[in-house]
């Protein structure tokens, strides 16, 4: 049996086609077999792109090809797209992304996400107030071990909107968990956040375990900065002049009443 025939055998094992392996002589030189190869190939792909997806919980975003590179007052274009690689999550590095309200933070990070659910990695995104909650929820030892080590084993977490609420210091406490268990086990972060790091401590205030959190974070980090004003508020605006011009339109339009 030469190579090419040793690597067919191996990929019908991995496919679990072992009846088709079993007798593999049998078929060998058959012209559908090469064919029937690629079809499982090709669906066991989708679907495990599919399934991926779906545990990654993405919901509904904008691709990166509508973002306005224009808008923010500060934004490292290069970098945002070299992170977009995902090349980070196969050396357990972190991304923060920083910056004020409305100006694409979350779109960056579930583009992220996407693109490392496309390369092939277990991903996971959840709001910062989501994940706390659910781990503060469990009211076991067993139970908060069980969704440690949930939040523990995607290749990439995406924790979201970090700095909006204030916590207290168990919160704090499991953040710093969840952080310095995936920085031990060299497994990546991406994070927004609308604070910089010495504000932290009004985000857990009193808490003892910010410092080391905040330092374990950004040990192996890319820190990318967003500046400018809310673009949301921007389109708010345009919108309103927008409906404000079809009303004053609708209103020249209608015919005058007439004076009998």
Known sequence: MNEHDQEILTLLTRLKLYGLAANYENYRNEPWLQNLLQLEQD?????SLENRLRLANLGSYKPMVEYDWSWPTAVERYQCEEILNV?????GSNVVIMGSNGLGKTMLLKNIGYQAVLAGYQVLFRTASDLLRDLGAQESMQGRARRLKYYCQPALLCI?????LSYDNTHADLLFEVVSRRYNANKSIALTTNRVFSEWSEVFPNSACVVTLVDRLVHRAEL????G???RKKEAIE????????RLGKAKSKPKPRDD
């Not at 979201?160 to 909006?164: L, S, T």
């Not at 990318?224 to 500046?227: M, S, T």
């Not at 919108?239 to 079809?246: F, L």
């Open 87 to 91: 090349g980070f999550v196969s050396q």
């Open 43 to 47: 669906e066991r792909k989708r679907r």
């Open 224 to 227: 990318v900065k967003l500046e």
């Open 239 to 246: 919108a309103q002049e927008r409906r404000s011009k079809e």
């Open 229 to 231: 004003d809310s673009y």
């Open 160 to 164: 979201d909107e970090v700095g909006y």
